[in-house]
């Protein structure tokens, strides 16, 4: 009784594989990292602040930049460039929140994942 979802006609669902589980999970963390660094290493004014800013900026820039379906469209460089700022912002987080091994490690999975995604969209 029920059609594939496949075929429906006029329908075009997106192709989802594993970098971009990947890279939605690392925008994820991102932004809980950045929320965990505004709340726990801020006095209280500031905390909240940065705690909330922080994340939303990221969410932002994300929305205008990075999302499947940008508001403005970069060239490829540039939106490397501005992705590599989003985890160099992060690393730095967690390397002040005295967790540099943590740092390093969400470092390389997340350079990993776009220098992969950036040259699947290359080719």
Not at 2 to 8: F, G, K, L, R
Not at 15 to 31: E, F, G, H, M, S
Not at 47 to 66: C, H, R, T
Request: aromatic share 8%; net charge positive.
């Amino acid at each position: 009784m029920s059609q594939d979802p496949a075929s429906v006609p006029g329908v075009e669902r997106p192709n989802i594989n594993a970098l971009d589980v990947v890279r939605a999970v690392v925008l994820v963390i991102a932004i809980g990292t950045l929320a965990l660094w505004g709340f726990a290493t801020w006095p209280l004014p500031w905390n909240i602040v940065l705690g909330l800013g922080a994340p939303i900026v990221v969410l932002l820039v994300w929305a205008l930049f990075l999302s499947p379906k940008p508001v403005l469209r970069l060239h490829p460089f540039l939106r490397a460039v501005v992705e590599l700022l989003i985890y160099v912002g992060v690393t730095t987080a967690w390397w002040l929140m005295d967790q540099p091994l943590i740092g390093l490690a969400f470092a390389l999975v997340a350079v990993g994942a776009g220098v992969v995604s950036g040259r699947r969209t290359l080719s």
